[in-house]
């Protein structure tokens, strides 16, 4: 009888201890300690790419519309197309999906990948590509 | 991001991403360095209407044409942060308790318990490897974090591994930045994939890494503290954290813990050899082999007797799985999937004198759906057409393009149960010897 009444009052000061300062105050006895600690989160480095300068017309550019294959990005690509077609003059435009099925393809995985479709897509020679990654 | 390397040959690009996503695409091109063109539509773009669709594309086209025409490139100089070794010393004051949780708000832990990791701890567990803690292991995406061997080991401290472990978690670390692992993938995308760690060799015993019942569950310190590692390692190097750049709609354990485990060689059939050998391996080599994959499934068959039957049921299971296969991504149809055979299957096929080959190939054979399953609009149907000229709606098609991308391993321990791992998109299996 004694033993359980005093599980019964350990459980009621475990309760109350968790109740007022959490569990973590439970166990006060840990010591507060200085600490030097290794970051484990590592650092960036990172070299800036060289990115291309836009055209400021479009007028008599190509234009290439690119859709990785999620749902709806040709649809969304195609009016976009037309749109164009409707504003500017003397537009050309390609469609990726239609030129080079084979770069269909929502993961490509890896920069080996990204580079072969990039080289496809660049053989048609755009003057801007606008990409949809959908989803 | 493709637009990247079509950049670097001189071709403008803009790239439409959705509000959801929009914070990924700038970040995994950062990561790359570059900061380019983005407009920006309403989440989502996916299964909406025809009308709706368009209605976005109307609506952000002022935006497609203003940064067609009028956006620039901005040069800025390197970033450069800080030197990678040795790593930066926080100077900390608190118990146990308030260090993990410094640590979790900080983002430098994923909210389940570290331990601190002191520089003598650190130290101690270096001892495990004859690496120099200098040597850099690789960049960790999508944050493209500098990983040193004293990283490594400070993530092995947090995780609660023995020096001995060291060895296989930086063969796993090297394998899994593999490019062609594609780490990037499975720790960005919004399915449920995590990396898969198969152990071959002596390496297995030496450390106690567990390769039977239960192997990939609790209750094996090598398994669990490796696991964690390797999952703490490439999470806070790589900045991988949800909602974004982590961007699982649901996420999993192998989240904490990646899927991680020793083939189990020792119930390896007569006349099997072990899965680093099927991969030009010796078999007194200690190999570790990853692969990003989807959740596993569990092939429960307590019923066949013969391997006939048994791969009959196997072709029933995974048929339903095709959907992530070639109609959706194609690409897997070209990847390299994982059968987890248990050891009670393993023996029951090889019982009856089947080869590992003779099992994949009745299994390639047996697991199809007809082409008129795959789902209209289906952008691969086209490619699938190219590579294998005309097709009736009747044509059967297998999961993979080739029955040796089926490869068979023996794992876990007694019962009626083998496992099945599809790779996710992109993912091809590395292996690496472990050196000490």
Known sequence: MKLHGFIKDLLIALILAGLLGGPIDILAEEKIQDWELINPEGVVKIEIMKLTPHPSRLEGKTIMLRSNGKHNGDKFLIRVGELLKDKVKDIKIIYSWEVAPETVDPITGSHERSKKFAKKLASFKPDLVIASQAD | ?436
């Open chain 2, 1 to 436: 991001m493709d637009q990247l390397e079509l950049e670097k040959l001189g071709i403008p690009t803009v790239t439409i991403s959705t509000t959801e996503f929009a914070s990924l695409a700038r970040d995994t091109a950062f990561g790359q360095g570059a900061e380019p063109s983005f407009v920006v539509v309403p989440h989502p773009m996916g299964m909406i209407s025809l009308a709706e669709i368009r209605k976005k594309a109307e609506s952000v086209f002022p935006e497609i044409l203003k940064a067609a025409t009028e956006w620039q490139p901005v040069v800025k100089p390197t970033l450069l942060a800080k030197l990678a070794y040795p790593a930066e010393r926080l100077k900390l004051r608190g118990t146990v308790g308030n260090i993990n949780a410094i640590f979790f708000s900080r983002g430098l832990s994923f909210g389940i318990p570290i331990i601190p990791p002191t520089p003598e701890l650190v130290g101690e567990m270096l001892k495990g490897t004859s690496r120099r803690p200098e040597e850099v292991v690789g960049r960790v995406p999508p944050r493209m974090g500098g990983l040193t061997i004293e990283l490594v080991a400070t993530h092995a401290v947090m995780a609660g591994c023995k020096p001995s472990y060291m060895p296989l978690l930086i063969a796993a670390l090297e394998a899994l930045l593999d490019p062609i692992a594609n780490w990037r993938g499975v720790t960005t995308t919004t399915a449920t994939s995590a990396a898969m760690v198969i152990v071959n060799g002596p390496i297995v015993k030496e450390i106690g890494l567990a390769s039977g019942q239960g192997a990939a569950g609790k209750m094996h310190h090598a398994n669990a503290s490796i696991g964690y590692a390797i999952n703490l390692t490439l999470g806070i190097v790589g900045g991988s954290k949800p909602p974004t750049p982590d961007k699982s709609i649901l996420g999993g354990p192998a989240d904490f813990v990646c899927w991680i485990f020793g083939e189990n060689e020792d119930k390896l059939p007569a006349g099997w050899k072990p899965f680093h050998v099927d991969r030009g391996f010796k078999e007194s080599d200690s190999v570790v082999t990853v692969m990003g994959i989807y959740p596993p499934v569990d092939n429960i068959d307590h019923w066949s007797i013969t391997p006939e039957e048994h791969v009959n049921w196997w072709g029933h299971l995974v048929t339903p799985l095709l959907s992530i296969g070639g109609p959706c991504w194609i690409t897997q149809m070209e990847q390299p999937h994982i059968i987890g055979l248990g050891p009670e299957h393993a023996q029951l096929v090889a019982g009856a004198g089947w080869t590992k080959d003779q099992f994949r190939k009745a299994l390639w054979e047996k697991a199809r759906i007809p082409f008129s399953a795959w789902p209209k609009g289906c952008p691969n149907t086209d490619l699938f057409l190219k590579k294998f000229g005309e097709v009736t709606p009747d044509t059967l098609v297998p999961f993979t393009f080739k029955p040796e991308d089926l490869n068979v391993i023996i794992a876990g321990g007694y019962g009626k149960h083998s496992h099945f791992f599809a790779p996710f998109p992109g993912c091809f299996p590395v292996s690496r010897i472990v050196q000490k």
